[in-house]
Structure formats: structure tokens, C-alpha cells
């Protein structure tokens, strides 16, 4: 399990480098802005923004720390399908 404190970590590094969470069950969600997400306890939010001037489609996915299996930094965007397989 990663620890809400690495990706706090990750977030409050300056200057901030975007980074992509895996999931055990495939997905990958990318985290493009140190506003994007927020970690606590055992959970880390993730932001997915909407289409280009659409900012009320955008939404939050709720993701359990414990199903992080890694990090990949450097890969806010464009390295896979956002949260999916």
C-alpha cells in the first residue's frame, strides 16, 4: 500500500511534476496538477477535468490507497487510458 504521505509527498514537491496512479484492477489515473488530488487516511481523491470549456463535467474519483500498486511520475497525461484497463 502506498501512504497517504507519499503522495502528499508527491504534491507538495516544488516544482510539482505530474505523476499517474495504478490501481490493482488495471486502471491508471493521472494527476496532471498538484490541485488534481488530495490524500487522506486511506483514500486519495483524484480529480478528472471535463471536456476543454466544460468545467461542469468534470468529476472526482474516490480511489483506496490500498489498491495503489504504483506510481509512475513524470506520466501526469498520455500514458494510458484514464481509469481504464
Do not use: C, N, Y
Request: proline share 6%; no cysteine; glycine share 14%.
Amino acid at each position: 500500500m502506498i501512504a497517504p504521505a507519499r503522495i502528499k509527498e508527491l504534491l507538495e514537491r516544488r516544482p510539482f511534476r505530474p505523476f499517474r496512479l495504478f490501481l490493482s484492477d488495471g486502471s491508471s489515473h493521472a494527476v496532471p496538477h498538484p490541485e488534481f488530488a488530495w490524500a487522506f487516511g486511506g483514500r486519495v481523491f483524484v480529480g478528472v477535468a471535463g471536456r476543454a470549456g466544460r468545467a461542469d463535467e468534470g468529476e472526482v474519483k474516490e480511489l483506496a490507497l490500498r489498491h495503489v500498486t504504483r506510481i509512475e511520475e513524470g506520466a501526469g497525461q498520455g500514458s494510458g487510458r484514464q481509469g481504464q484497463r
